[in-house]
């Protein structure tokens, strides 16, 4: 946007500026033309006096050798002819009435017409001018004076003129370029480029984000003090639902600690073993509601973060997470192959690969059937892929649609435990540090997920955290 309205401003600035210099151009070319036409005129006056005897008793050797120092003087050849036209004196041999340049106006000087200026002299204009004065007495024309002056000389000053009017007309425009148009485009775009960047940052969830309404042309400055009211608003909103969802899952969790206490204390007060049966099913919806109170305050605490992206070790990462879950994997007959290179280094949220990792190998795990699972990542341009496949039945297009959004999860899969928000919390977290997350079949059957991240600029192996004692084992 910036280049478009400095091409618009310098556009019209060089309108301006050629709409001043062309009529000074004009005036330059049209004044040079005019001083030499008088100069030659005067001179062709003359000689037209000076013939005039020459014409009426025939002697023309004194005019011959007038129009001879003329020539040598002024580098203009001349010539008199007589009301015939024929020469009757000249400077130079050779010279004829008949040349294309020097017909007309001698037709016109015979017929006792007063001499006009040729042409306006332009650089690329060669044409000689032509002056003919007529040569009369007692109002009867004898024959008439002509001159044949070369442009050269007065072509090189008009050119030197015009050069002069376009060096002045370029330092014009320049000054105006860099003293008027940039500083104006500057200040006038200055909030636009504040408020898409303020739009780009609630986008991306920092809905705090506010721009200056102290600078820019008024409107400007009104629309900011207006977006920084909606940031507020959409800020306090979103601030206002984190809360709630943070506070009601940690008020949750303290009831359901004690409701499950005093349902274990109550199983040893029961006989009946049907009544047991009951009570380990009260247990088991219990930890599953804990569960589930867990996870709200997982994804609650990965919106509502306000830490920085930083390096993380992808290989450190991958081998921390398929140690933490080999013994899983083993119990339950399912190979893990790990395939990552060393110095793969991504930016992301501190808790991502360690909470991704667990997330994406407890859904293979548990919804793999016991096929082989693989962890791959490699380097893609600018971003690192990191790939979890498993070979299990996979999802149907319409669940993959859906595979990731909270809470939800396959009517399949509605028995096997899990809160269906572990994918939720990996791709907010993706998305927080600048990646993504995507899911599509695996070829022939199973599910792939991939999760693209920046590539980071820190050394790998300096921001891994701490292993975790056991896997999180809830997705």
């Not at 011959?64 to 041999?93: F, I, K």
Request: aromatic fraction near 4%.
């Amino acid at each position: 946007m910036r280049r478009r309205l400095l091409v618009i401003v310098i556009g019209l600035a060089a309108g301006l500026v050629a709409a001043l210099g062309l009529p000074l151009a004009v005036a330059g070319a049209d004044q040079a033309s005019q001083e030499l036409f008088i100069s030659r005129a005067d001179d062709t006056a003359r000689f037209a006096d000076v013939a005039e005897a020459a014409l009426s008793t025939g002697r023309t050797r004194r005019l011959t050798a007038d129009l001879l120092r003329y020539d040598e003087l002024y580098d203009t050849p001349v010539m008199v002819v007589n009301s015939d036209g024929q020469v009757v004196a000249s400077s130079r041999e050779g010279m004829s009435p008949e040349q294309d340049a020097v017909r007309v106006p001698l037709l016109r000087g015979l017929a006792g017409r007063p001499p006009q200026r040729p042409h306006v002299l332009w650089p690329w204009d060669e044409r000689p001018y032509v002056v003919v004065e007529p040569v009369v007495r007692d109002g009867r024309v004898l024959g008439a004076a002509v001159t044949i002056s070369p442009t050269d000389r007065a072509r090189e000053e008009v050119a030197g003129r015009l050069a002069l009017l376009a060096l002045g007309g370029v330092v014009a425009l320049l000054v105006v370029a860099f003293a008027v148009a940039v500083p104006v485009v500057r200040w006038v775009l200055r909030p636009v480029h504040e408020l898409d960047e303020a739009a780009h940052a609630v986008g991306s969830g920092r809905h705090a984000a506010h721009v200056s309404d102290r600078t820019g042309p008024p409107e400007l400055r009104r629309l900011a003090a207006s977006f920084n009211a909606m940031a507020d608003g959409v800020a306090a909103a979103v601030q206002k639902q984190r809360a709630f969802v943070a506070q009601a899952s940690h008020q949750l969790r303290n009831p359901l600690t004690a409701l499950r206490l005093r349902v274990e204390n109550a199983e040893s007060t029961v006989c009946d073993p049907h009544g047991r049966e009951e009570l380990r099913l009260a247990l088991e919806e219990a930890d599953r509601l804990g569960e589930s109170v867990d996870a709200l305050l997982q994804l609650a605490r990965a919106e509502s973060t306000h830490e920085a992206p930083g390096p993380l070790d992808v290989a450190a990462a991958v081998r921390r997470r398929a140690l933490a879950w080999r013994a899983a994997y083993d119990s339950s007959a399912t190979p893990l192959a790990v395939d990552v290179p060393e110095g793969l280094t991504v930016t992301g949220a501190p808790d991502l690969l360690d909470h991704a990792l667990d997330a994406l190998l407890d859904n293979a795990l548990k919804f793999g059937q016991g096929s082989p699972v693989e962890v791959t990542a490699r380097l893609r341009g600018e971003e690192v892929e990191i790939r979890v496949r498993d070979g299990g039945p996979g999802l149907t297009a319409g669940e993959l649609a859906r595979a990731g959004d909270r809470f939800w999860r396959s009517p399949r899969h509605q028995n096997v435990p899990g809160t269906g928000l572990g994918l939720a919390i990996t791709r907010t977290l993706a998305e927080r540090s600048g990646g993504s997350m995507t899911l599509s079949p695996a070829g022939p059957h199973g599910l792939e997920v991939l999760l693209t991240l920046p590539v980071s600029g820190a050394p790998s192996g300096t921001s891994a955290p701490p292993p975790r004692a056991a896997p999180a084992g809830t997705s």
